[in-house]
């Protein structure tokens, strides 16, 4: 997902962004679970990841480059679409971190596709491999 190109600050925003997007629901499903699980491990579990980013106001400041404001945000589509629901709570975690970073509606149409694409990549990638 290009998360090696953040530095140690964006990760730690990223991971509670993430975080944040799996908890907007009131529900976080399996698919949700792994991959944070996943990004933890990619990350390293000892990341102190702010706990008043995940339940605070949404936290865009790190994210000075555009290439980490589009990882980033393909990062959150991507957990918002790896349950296949896109919920309105998430959607407005969405919006205010659209909002921050400035993008136009044709560059959010294309992250929001690839990272559709990415998560039902890494669904079908785990179910292969729950299958054995």
Not at 58 to 87: E, Q
């Amino acid at each position: 997902m290009f998360l090696s190109r953040l530095n140690q600050d964006q990760k730690k925003s990223f991971l509670a962004l993430a975080t944040k997007m799996a908890l907007a629901d009131g529900r976080v499903a399996v698919q949700e679970v792994a991959l944070l699980e996943g990004l933890a491990d990619t990350f390293g579990h000892d990341m102190d990841v702010p706990a008043e980013e995940i339940f605070g106001a949404t936290n865009t400041g790190p994210f000075d480059t555009r290439a980490s404001r589009v990882i980033t945000l393909f990062g959150m589509f991507t957990v918002a679409f790896i349950d296949d629901n896109l919920h309105i709570d998430e959607s407005t975690v969405l919006l205010e971190t659209i909002a921050a970073f400035g993008f136009s509606d044709e560059e959010v149409e294309q992250i929001k596709d690839w990272a559709q694409a990415e998560a039902r990549r890494f669904n079908e990638l785990n179910a292969f491999i729950e299958a054995f």
